[in-house]
């Protein structure tokens, strides 16, 4: 059951363009992970590298601010007076998740692909996750602007990054791949909403990214020591410092999305961060092109419609608008 919130502290004018802002850096955070996962021949090890120098991050950012330590201290209290479900410490498992659903598609169902089965799966969960009223801020109801605009958002996305598909697959084929980040979006909403519930009772978001990089780095750890026990290890540590970048990007995401669904709800934070994402996305394929980059008239169009959808799903659209308005159209008709 929802915990009682206090009213939130951000509006949407100001929260929608930090959700936006949070996701432009996700593409980074990407670039950089896929890169370690290439220099040590290991996805799974690459994952865990950046869980890893991400909880070292937030436990000290946590260690050197007062408001930091208070929370931090708030996190065994929590789960032990069961303030709320207990199974909300292990959101970061979803994030686990999320990885090894890159380390294992991406190169089967190409980035393309992938972002659209994400995006899906994430957009359709917002709305449910919103309506069930798991996060801080309660039930929020699910109105024909928020579905239309859900929905453009998912036709945009895959407008955005179509000249990145690949014709070479059978669809048959990817079927089953596809599942997995399809999975892995729906559950993104249900982890921002737990992070968020959570931020509330701990009384800051560090605690919370602690506990959700925390819980992703055990699940990380335990698939890695079973891959070394089978497959024996894979490649040195690079030597260069923005390897190691990923993990502290995380902290960040993670962070503003336990702060911002509250004032936003899991839909618009979700939404937001998709925009920023595909907004990254553009500016990296321009200013540091990845081979095989593709900056097209669709790619540029989609992000624009994308952002549109937000707008339009983020209005304060007055009760049974689109109903309203197909009354009026039928009025000047039944006129003529």
């Known amino acids: 059951m929802p915990l009682a919130t206090r009213r939130p502290s951000l509006s949407r004018a100001a929260g929608l363009p930090l959700a936006v802002a949070a996701g432009v850096f996700l593409p980074l955070q990407g670039r950089i992970n896929g890169a370690l996962g290439a220099q040590l021949g290991d996805g799974i090890a690459a994952a865990v590298v950046s869980f890893?120098?991400?909880?070292?991050?937030?436990?000290?950012?946590g260690l050197v601010l007062p408001k930091g330590r208070t929370a931090l201290r708030q996190v065994i209290p929590a789960l032990r007076e069961r303030r709320f479900p207990r199974l909300y410490a292990l959101a970061g498992v979803i994030?686990?998740?999320?990885?090894?659903?890159?380390?294992?598609?991406?190169?089967?169902?190409?980035?393309?692909l992938f972002t659209v089965a994400v995006v899906t799966g994430q957009t359709v969960s917002g709305l449910m996750v919103d309506r069930m009223g798991i996060a801080p801020g309660g039930k929020r109801s699910v109105t024909a602007m928020r579905v239309l605009g859900s929905v453009l958002t998912v036709a945009a996305v895959?407008?955005?990054?179509?000249p990145r598909f690949s014709a070479s697959s059978e669809p048959a084929a990817l079927l089953v791949p596809v599942l997995l980040p399809v999975l892995a979006g729906l559950l993104m909403s249900f982890q921002q909403a737990m992070n968020g519930t959570a931020t509330v009772q701990y009384g800051s978001p560090v605690a919370a990214t602690f506990v959700n990089f925390a819980a992703g780095a055990v699940a990380l750890w335990v698939l890695l020591l079973l891959k070394l026990a089978i497959a024996g290890p894979g490649h040195a540590l690079p030597g260069e410092w923005w390897y190691y970048l990923g993990g502290p990007m995380g902290c960040v995401f993670i962070g503003l999305a336990a702060l911002l669904v509250r004032s936003?709800?899991?839909?618009m934070t979700g939404l937001g961060m998709i925009a920023g994402q595909l907004?990254?996305?553009?500016?990296?394929?321009?200013?540091?092109?990845a081979p095989g980059a593709v900056v097209a008239l669709p790619?540029?169009?989609?992000?624009?419609?994308?952002?549109?959808?937000?707008?339009l799903a983020t209005l304060p659209w007055p009760k049974g608008a689109l109903a309203g308005a197909g009354q009026g159209r039928r009025t000047v008709s039944k006129g003529r």
Do not use: E, K, R, Y
Request: no cysteine.
């Open 52 to 61: 890893t120098t991400g909880l070292i991050v937030i436990a000290a950012v």
């Open 95 to 112: 994030g686990a998740l999320f990885v090894i659903a890159q380390v294992f598609t991406v190169g089967v169902l190409g980035v393309a």
């Open 264 to 267: 936003l709800g899991v839909l």
């Open 279 to 289: 907004l990254g996305s553009l500016a990296l394929d321009v200013v540091l092109p």
């Open 158 to 162: 895959a407008w955005a990054v179509s």
């Open 299 to 311: 790619t540029v169009l989609g992000t624009l419609l994308t952002l549109g959808a937000i707008i």
